[in-house]
């Protein structure tokens, strides 16, 4: 986002909604709604078995087979194989939030400030939460 000749923040995602607003002879305003990628998981119901794979594994595959191409698991132990995983008629992301919420996993969005960089962080314990950010706007 630009404001005169520089960069006031810098934005990455999926434009998920886009709109012109009022304008007149000199200068015209747009809306958009920007979501990162995870935004995608909520487009596909699927239908499949995932056998001997454990959540890491189960969880790269949802996220790379929607485009989410940045994400980091940081989990303080390991996460046993699952025999037998199911999903039936769940969106993508309506399945990673259960097989997360059943191991204890949550995530979220991280921003780089002087980049385009973002990543999905995927943890089990607090302790790999940054200890203090600010937020831009």
């Known amino acids: 986002?630009?404001?005169?000749?520089?960069v006031q923040r810098?934005?990455?995602?999926?434009?998920?909604?886009?709109?012109?607003?009022?304008?007149d002879k000199n200068q015209k305003l747009y809306s958009m709604k920007v979501c990162p990628p995870l935004w995608r998981t909520g487009l596909r119901q699927n239908f499949r078995i995932f056998q001997n794979e454990d959540i890491e594994s189960i969880l790269g595959t949802i996220l790379q087979e929607n485009g989410v191409t940045e994400w980091s698991p940081l989990f303080s132990e390991p996460h046993p194989s699952r025999e037998f995983c199911v999903q039936?008629?769940?969106?993508?992301?309506?399945?990673?939030?259960?097989?997360?919420?059943?191991?204890?996993?949550?995530?979220?969005?991280?921003?780089?400030?002087?980049?385009t960089d973002q990543s999905l962080v995927l943890c089990d314990t607090v302790r790999y939460l940054p200890e203090s950010f600010e937020i831009p706007w």
């Open 10 to 23: 810098r934005v990455k995602g999926v434009v998920t909604w886009f709109e012109l607003g009022e304008n």
């Open 88 to 115: 039936y008629g769940e969106t993508d992301y309506d399945f990673l939030c259960r097989m997360a919420a059943e191991e204890g996993i949550f995530f979220y969005e991280e921003h780089a400030q002087k980049s």
């Open 1 to 6: 986002i630009w404001q005169g000749d520089d």
